[in-house]
C-alpha cells in the first residue's frame, strides 16, 4: 500500500500543473516530510529545496518570453510576462513537491519492504536494489567514520594539500578495504543461507489483511475522483498565452478534497495511531 500511495500522489503531481493542485501536493508532502524526518526535513527544504524554488521560479522568466500581460521590460529588450512568473512559480513547486515526496519515499519503503513486492517476480533484481539501498548509507557513514579516524591520528593538516590528499586516500583505502571485505562476507552469508538453490521459498513478515484492503480501495476511490475531476476540466488551468482556469463547481471541490485526502491520508493515519496509543498507554 505504501508504495501505491507514492505512485498515486507523484503521478498526479508531476502530470497536473495547477496551482492548487501543486500547492497541496507540496504542503502534504513537507508535513509528511517533516512528520518522519523532523529537524533533518527541515534542514533539507531550507538548504536544498527552497534554493531550488527561488532557481527555478526566477530562471522561467529570463528565458520564457510568451505570454499576453507584459510586467516589465529587460534593457535588452525581452519581455517579462505574468504568464511566465506564474508557470516558473508553479513548475518550482511542482519539483520541490516530487522531491519531498521522495524523502518520504526513502524513509518509507525500506529494503525489506522491496524484497517482500518484487521478491518473487523479479528476485535478482529486487535483492540489487535493496542492498543498494542499504550499502549506499552504510558507505557514506563509514567514510566519515573513517575520516574522524583519520583526523584523531592526524588532528589537523592545515593548508597542505599534499596531507589533504593523504588524508583523502588513506580514507579512501580504507573505504575501499572494508567494503570488499563486507560484499565477501554477504557473498559467504548468502551461499550458506541457499540463495540460488532451485525450490527455496521466500519469507516475508508483511501480509496482507483487511485493513491494507480498505487503505486500498480509499487510496483507489481518492485517486479515481481526483483523475476524473482533471480529465473532465473540472480541475483546468491553463497559463499561455493567458492565463484561464476552470471555474469551481461541486465536481471540481471533491476532486480537491480527494486529492487532499489522498495527500493527507499517511498523516492522518499516524497521527491517529499514535493518539490511541498515547490513550493506552495512559490508562496502564
Not at 508504495?3 to 500547492?23: D, E, N, R, S, Y
Not at 517476480?121 to 529486487?126: E, F, K, R, V, W
Not at 499561455?240 to 493527507?264: E, H, N, Q, R, W
Request: glycine share 4%; charged share 15%; proline share 4%.
Amino acid at each position: 500500500m505504501n508504495l501505491a500511495f507514492f505512485l498515486f500522489v507523484m503521478l498526479i503531481t508531476a502530470f497536473v500543473l495547477h496551482p492548487a493542485v501543486t500547492g497541496i501536493s507540496l504542503v502534504a508532502a513537507c508535513i509528511y516530510a517533516f512528520y518522519l524526518k523532523g529537524r533533518k526535513a527541515l534542514k533539507f527544504f531550507l538548504i536544498f529545496v527552497l534554493p531550488v524554488i527561488v532557481f527555478v521560479a526566477a530562471l522561467n522568466p529570463v528565458f520564457n518570453h510568451a505570454g499576453t500581460t507584459v510586467l516589465f521590460y529587460f534593457k535588452n529588450g525581452n519581455a517579462v510576462t505574468r504568464e511566465a512568473v506564474l508557470y516558473g512559480i508553479v513548475s518550482a513547486c511542482m519539483f520541490a513537491a516530487l522531491i519531498m515526496w521522495c524523502v518520504c519515499l526513502s524513509s518509507v519503503m525500506t529494503s525489506d519492504k522491496y524484497v517482500c513486492l518484487f521478491g518473487k517476480a523479479i528476485p535478482t533484481l529486487s535483492l540489487v536494489f535493496s542492498m543498494v539501498l542499504r550499502f549506499v548509507p552504510r558507505l557514506f557513514s563509514r567514510i566519515k567514520l573513517c575520516s574522524q579516524a583519520q583526523k584523531s591520528v592526524a588532528p589537523s593538516f592545515g593548508k597542505n594539500p599534499v596531507k589533504a590528499v593523504r588524508h583523502g586516500l588513506s580514507v579512501l583505502s580504507a573505504t575501499v578495504t572494508w567494503a570488499l571485505e563486507s560484499a565477501v562476507n554477504i557473498s559467504d552469508s548468502m551461499k550458506s543461507r541457499g540463495y540460488g538453490l532451485p525450490g527455496r521459498t521466500s519469507y516475508s513478515i508483511y501480509r496482507f489483511d483487511r485493513r491494507d484492503a480498505v487503505m486500498g480501495i480509499l487510496m483507489a476511490v481518492c485517486f479515481a475522483l481526483s483523475a476524473a475531476a482533471m480529465a473532465t476540466k473540472h480541475i483546468w488551468f491553463r497559463f499561455y498565452p493567458s492565463v484561464k482556469y476552470s471555474g469551481t463547481d461541486a465536481f471540481s471541490v471533491i476532486g480537491y478534497a480527494a486529492f487532499l485526502i489522498l495527500c493527507m491520508l499517511p498523516v492522518i493515519l499516524n497521527v491517529k495511531e499514535n493518539a490511541e496509543w498515547r490513550i493506552i498507554r495512559s490508562r496502564l
